[in-house]
Every structure is written in structure tokens, then in C-alpha cells.
């Protein structure tokens, strides 16, 4: 069965580049440029949340927050990427299970979300890891965006 992502970011290129990415690499994805109907998602869960920490007028910390009390979804991974300054700091104040600075490589990326998803097996069903890639994409470069 493939494992699913969800992606909450209000930057459609940023969307796009990734969606691609992890369709190659054999995901199901579901972007959401409002972080507030992927919170209303109630079934159909996804293996790993890839959330911004900028979404436009929604902070991503508070998301991020919000679905780490939820009993529904604190077992779901959280990879937090941004361009801000510190992100370390706000992925840790925000109680998220990884970061990711933008720019970052296709391999960074794929890294992060295999750990997670590997640290995470307990709570979700194994199946081959499909982070295997053949291409020479190397470098994902993203939109900045501005501290808040």
C-alpha cells in the first residue's frame, strides 16, 4: 500500500515542485493551500504532514500545535520547512517531528520523510520503501519568504 502525504502550503510552485517529487517517488498526495480543511480531515489520514510554517493569514506553528494535542493526529509525523531565520527553534516550539530549511536538495527532503515515516512504523503499516530515485533532480529551490 503506498504512504500517503499531505502537503499545507499556500505557495502553489512550492506545491507543484513537491507533489512531483513524491509522485515519482510512488506517494499519495493531497496539497492543501488552507491548513484549515486539512485540520477538518478526519478519515482517510495521512502517513506524514509536510506543513509551511507561513500559510498565508494561518500560522503553521499553531497548526502544527493543533495536531500534536489531537488525539486523532498526534501519531502523524510533522515536517515543518520554511525560509525563516531559526527554523530549528520554531519547529521545536511548535512540537513538530522534523524541519527543513528552503532552499533544501530532493535529497534532503526524501531523507527527513523516509526517517519519519520509518521512526513511525509502530503506529502505521510497513511497506517497501519507495524512496529510491534514479533521476538527477538535486536541488528543490523554493520561494523565500520573510520572517514573520
Do not use: W
Not at 500517503?4 to 502550503?9: L, N
Not at 500559510?55 to 495536531?67: H, I, K, N, P, S
Not at 512540537?95 to 536538495?105: G, I, N, R
Amino acid at each position: 500500500m503506498k504512504k500517503s502525504i499531505f502537503i499545507a502550503d499556500d505557495d502553489e510552485a512550492t506545491i507543484e515542485i513537491l507533489t512531483h517529487i513524491l509522485h515519482k517517488q510512488g506517494y499519495n498526495v493531497q496539497c492543501f493551500t488552507d491548513a484549515q480543511k486539512m485540520l477538518r480531515r478526519k478519515t482517510h489520514l495521512p502517513d506524514l504532514i509536510i506543513l509551511d510554517i507561513i500559510l498565508g493569514a494561518v500560522d503553521g506553528r499553531e497548526v502544527c500545535r493543533q495536531l500534536k494535542v489531537s488525539p486523532i493526529t498526534k501519531h502523524i509525523p510533522v515536517l515543518l520547512i520554511s525560509a525563516i531565520q531559526k527554523i530549528e527553534k520554531h519547529a521545536d516550539d511548535a512540537k513538530a517531528d522534523d524541519f527543513l530549511a528552503k532552499p533544501f536538495s530532493k535529497k534532503s527532503l526524501l531523507e527527513k520523510i523516509e526517517a519519519l515515516i520509518n521512526r513511525n512504523r509502530h503506529s502505521i503499516p510497513s511497506d517497501s520503501s519507495p524512496l529510491q530515485s534514479n533521476d538527477k533532480e538535486d536541488s528543490v529551490r523554493m520561494g523565500k519568504e520573510s520572517a514573520k
